[in-house]
């Protein structure tokens, strides 16, 4: 069996949670709503099912459609799941492209057009190649919907819908996310078919490897602690690289060159940043030439790197999930990892939201010169007042619908 022979090869003997509890399911034909933590092996679980059933029941493609479409929301976690497929299906016999943006599209209209087994796709230039007549969906057989959450959180919702009203009826369909959210679970009943439910750790919890503090410092005090811990960092052995987060791209782009201007390599990647240029920044930091990643949310999003010892929230996200994300960077395959983020008076609010949906504190780290006892003691006030109050909570300032905009388009 050609799955087993690479599986050997690449020395797997026993399964992840999500894959032990997956795969039969997905072998039996079900529908799945998945579950789990980023960095758990979730692409393999629905990678080795479809290969499988490409091995055992071969046949051949019309012309520009696809057997399996495997839909993703960041050109990165598509690459990431297209060298999965050519690692996993070594010794099957299967064509595999890719379509996402920043690229030229020829090479991949040229890749479509004989017909593949397995098509990994962004949902932009998805649409782009349908509506041009270069891709058709009425053959899918087997339709994997990865990063649910983040694909609603970058505003793909109407793309999808757009992309399932062209799938055919009969398929296989499967969801995987990092948290389920109501909106998450809205949409599967409303396109997934009697579905299993695989679900591995609780909703918005953050990995037990990964070690997690909050620094309480003014805004300007934030460079000079990055550069104390990237110090620090640089003297390990293995896990040596650091990925910072940014809310905005021009932050990410600033806190880069300063960075480098500090004696820190560092290469920032983004929304704005070209696939070339986003593809020489990962190869940099992978091969520790530029061993610090300053990123947003979005174009971090499936980098999978395991020597990634340090996560810094130089900016905390807005979102409470992101952080879940983002902190998962690190302890990648059974690895452990440190995540350190810095709150800001203006970012309490963010803290406290964290807190919240991850259901624990996060321990406060006060040895180092830049440490704000007022911010930390604002915070725990602000805890203990919702802890004490038998009144109703009190109503969250609603973010201006222009601000939020800002926010999103600044990942």
């Known amino acids: 069996m050609p799955l087993h022979r690479v599986l050997r090869e690449l020395n797997?003997?026993?399964?992840?949670?999500i894959q032990e509890q997956a795969i039969p399911l997905l072998l039996q034909g079900r529908d799945l709503l998945g579950c789990a933590q980023t960095g758990t092996g979730k692409t393999a679980s629905f990678a080795l099912p479809i290969l499988h059933q490409l091995h055992e029941k071969p046949r051949n493609m019309s012309s520009k459609c696809c057997r399996s479409l495997i839909l993703a929301p960041t050109r990165e976690l598509a690459l990431q799941i297209g060298k999965s497929f050519s690692t996993y299906g070594k010794h099957v016999r299967f064509k595999q492209t890719m379509v996402y943006g920043g690229v030229g599209m020829q090479p991949q209209i040229q890749a479509m057009r004989p017909g593949v087994d397995v098509l990994v796709a962004t949902p932009g230039r998805l649409l782009d190649l349908i509506e041009q007549k270069f891709i058709n969906l009425s053959e899918v057989e087997f339709f994997v919907l990865d990063e649910v959450d983040r694909m609603l959180d970058m505003g793909f919702l109407r793309d999808v819908k757009r992309i399932v009203a062209m799938l055919p009826p009969r398929r296989q369909s499967l969801f995987f996310s990092a948290t389920l959210a109501q909106s998450i679970v809205d949409l599967a009943k409303s396109i997934l078919n009697n579905p299993a439910h695989v679900s591995i750790t609780p909703e918005a919890t953050t990995a037990e490897k990964i070690a997690h503090s909050v620094c309480f410092l003014d805004r300007e005090d934030k460079k000079p602690l990055l550069e104390k811990l990237l110090r620090e960092q640089s003297g390990m052995t293995g896990q040596n690289l650091t990925i910072v987060f940014s809310r905005t791209?021009?932050?990410?782009?600033?806190?880069?060159?300063?960075?480098?201007l500090a004696g820190?390599?560092?290469?920032?990647?983004?929304?704005?940043?070209?696939?070339?240029?986003?593809?020489?920044?990962?190869?940099?930091?992978?091969?520790?030439?530029?061993?610090?990643?300053?990123?947003?949310?979005?174009?971090?999003?499936?980098?999978?790197?395991?020597?990634?010892?340090?996560?810094?929230?130089?900016d905390l996200p807005n979102e409470p999930e992101a952080y879940v994300h983002r902190i998962g960077r690190t302890a990648r395959a059974g690895a452990e990892g440190k995540a350190v983020s810095f709150c800001s008076e203006d970012e309490l609010e963010y803290?406290?939201?964290?807190?919240?949906?991850?259901?624990?504190?996060?321990?406060?780290?006060?040895d180092h010169q830049w440490h704000s006892a007022?911010?930390?003691s604002a915070h725990e006030a602000a805890k203990n007042r919702r802890l004490t109050s038998n009144g109703p909570k009190p109503e969250k300032k609603p973010q201006p619908s222009s601000q939020r905009r800002n926010h999103r388009r600044g990942r």
């Not at 990643?293 to 340090?310: C, E, H, Q």
């Not at 919240?356 to 996060?362: A, V």
């Open 12 to 17: 797997y003997n026993t399964p992840s949670p």
């Open 249 to 260: 791209k021009h932050g990410a782009n600033k806190l880069a060159k300063h960075l480098c």
């Open 264 to 314: 820190f390599p560092s290469e920032a990647i983004h929304g704005n940043k070209s696939q070339a240029q986003r593809e020489k920044a990962l190869e940099r930091f992978k091969k520790g030439l530029a061993p610090v990643l300053v990123a947003t949310d979005v174009a971090a999003r499936g980098v999978d790197v395991k020597a990634v010892g340090l996560v810094v929230n130089f």
């Open 351 to 366: 803290l406290r939201d964290i807190e919240k949906t991850i259901k624990m504190p996060i321990d406060a780290w006060t």
């Open 374 to 376: 007022t911010l930390a």
